[in-house]
């Protein structure tokens, strides 16, 4: 039982670059989110999806894109990658409260 | 004010040693509460929820106060295991499954 898959686990873009963080649970959970954390602001929630065909903005959206493919898998998209997407990312999914996260992406951008 | 507000410390504490975090919460309408623990460059994992009537883990024993609106987790006999990030989280009322995470408390058990 994987639990949820993230890839890639590192990643250094340059300034304008683009590019897919994908995520897969294995779990038949309902809702899945998209988080990021920063060193003193805590986890940050990007883009949720309570369920298959459904996705909402979290706190912080912009400069990014989501795709629930299917029940399984949540993608983010970083169109055009700013300095200030540097960060790690997490992917998780839930039924109920319980919360089962990625191993995390750190991204950096150049 | 913030959603979730925690010391974030750090706690230097020697091992064998008992410890206490506290968290408090903004919205009084929040009814489900948890900790999770994050190690050093990992994902965060649940460590307990926390009931209305306290309940505990083994050495763990987390607490609710809905009046002040605070939550509390306390560490017996600490390991050096402990040493972590210890994240205080609320759900967000009529938000579904969506949960608020404190920044985290950082916990060094000394040997």
């Known amino acids: 039982n994987a639990g949820v898959t993230q890839t890639p686990k590192f990643q250094v873009l340059k300034t304008g670059q683009s590019m897919t963080l994908q995520c897969a649970q294995d779990m038949n959970h309902n809702s899945m989110y998209w988080y990021r954390q920063d060193p003193g602001m805590g986890l940050r929630l990007i883009y949720y999806?309570?369920?298959?065909?459904t996705t909402d903005k979290g706190e912080v959206p912009n400069g990014y894109n989501v795709s629930r493919l299917n029940k399984r898998e949540f993608s983010l998209r970083l169109e055009s990658a700013a300095p200030s997407q540097t960060s790690v990312y997490f992917c998780a999914s839930s039924w109920g409260h319980g919360y089962t996260f990625g191993s995390g992406t750190r991204l950096t951008v150049v | 004010r913030k959603e979730v507000e925690q010391d974030p410390g750090p706690f230097n504490v020697p091992e064998g040693a008992t410890v206490a975090f506290n968290c408090t919460y903004s919205n009084s309408a929040s009814q489900s509460f948890f900790w999770y623990r994050q190690d050093c460059r990992k994902e965060p994992k649940l460590l307990m929820s926390?009931?209305?009537s306290g309940n505990e883990d083994g050495r763990f024993t987390a607490q609710l106060n809905r009046a002040s609106q605070y939550i509390s987790l306390l560490i017996r006999d600490s390991k050096l295991s402990d040493s972590a990030t210890y994240l205080c989280v609320v759900n967000i009322p009529f938000g579904n499954e969506k949960l608020t995470f404190g920044t985290g408390t950082r916990l060094t058990i000394i040997p």
């Open positions: 926390v009931y209305s």
């Open positions: 999806s309570a369920s298959e065909g």
